[in-house]
């Protein structure tokens, strides 16, 4: 089984609809991340949260919201979904130490219509 | 603020081909530098690390040192494959928070 899961692995829905991403891990780890992905522009922060009851904004937090349910769970919400949030998001983990690289799921390739 | 900036793509190379993606970065203090390799339709690996001036980080092939006087973190292979077709991307951590990426440099090698 994979160490960060993320679910839907690809979703088509349209504009103004509410849409929930959700990572789950087994690795352990305190720190969860969502990114994402646009061609030519690399991977961007949305939100990021250090614990449980530790939630922070990125570089592109507006349209977005997180929850932070449990260590091993960490969701993204679109409350009303536009067409340029159409992208690839990823969930990551880290433990506390700073030289531990982060651990990526797969992706949700996400469709806005 | 910290940024990673990566040579622009794409990079097309033959086979057996010698291979540098160039990575520069501008942090404050003393961060530790990642290279993260994505292959199609996967999700970001950690390729090779380095957490101080003049380490070398080595895996599969692949090197890259930090250079502390030229704030650099250049990727490198000798002998490029076929499989290593991917999207490379250079990525800073400043400490406690995290990790800032560079845009990606995509890589294409051909038969």
């Known amino acids: 089984d994979a160490d960060v899961t993320q679910t839907p692995r690809n979703r088509i829905t349209k504009t103004g609809k509410r849409i929930m991403l959700e990572c789950s891990q087994t690795?352990?780890?305190?720190?969860m991340y969502w990114y994402r992905q646009d061609p030519g522009l690399g991977l961007r922060l949305i939100y990021y949260?250090?614990?449980?009851?530790?939630?922070n904004k990125g570089e592109i937090s507006d349209g977005y919201s997180v929850s932070r349910q449990a260590q091993a769970k960490f969701s993204l919400s679109l409350e009303s979904a536009i067409p340029n949030q159409t992208a690839l998001y990823f969930c990551?983990?880290?433990?506390?130490?700073?030289?531990?690289?982060?651990?990526f799921g797969d992706g949700t390739r996400l469709s806005i219509l | 603020g910290d940024s990673v900036t990566q040579m622009e793509g794409p990079v097309t190379l033959s086979e057996e081909a010698f291979l540098t993606i160039n990575c520069t970065y501008t942090?404050?203090?003393?961060?530790?530098l990642f290279w993260y390799v994505q292959y199609p339709g996967e999700g970001l690996q950690l390729l090779l690390k380095?957490?101080?001036?003049?380490d070398k980080g080595s895996n599969k092939g692949f090197e890259a040192t930090y250079r502390k006087e030229t704030t650099s973190f250049h990727l490198e292979k000798g002998s490029v494959q076929v499989s290593d077709s991917a999207v490379y991307f250079c990525?800073?951590?400043?400490?406690?928070?995290?990790?800032?990426f560079g845009k990606g440099t995509r890589l294409s090698v051909i038969a």
């Open positions: 990551a983990t880290s433990d506390r130490t700073r030289e531990r690289p982060q651990h």
């Open positions: 690795k352990g780890h305190d720190r």
């Open positions: 949260s250090f614990d449980v009851k530790d939630i």
């Open positions: 942090a404050t203090g003393y961060p530790s």
């Open positions: 380095a957490t101080k001036a003049d």
């Open positions: 990525a800073l951590s400043p400490g406690n928070t995290p990790l800032v």
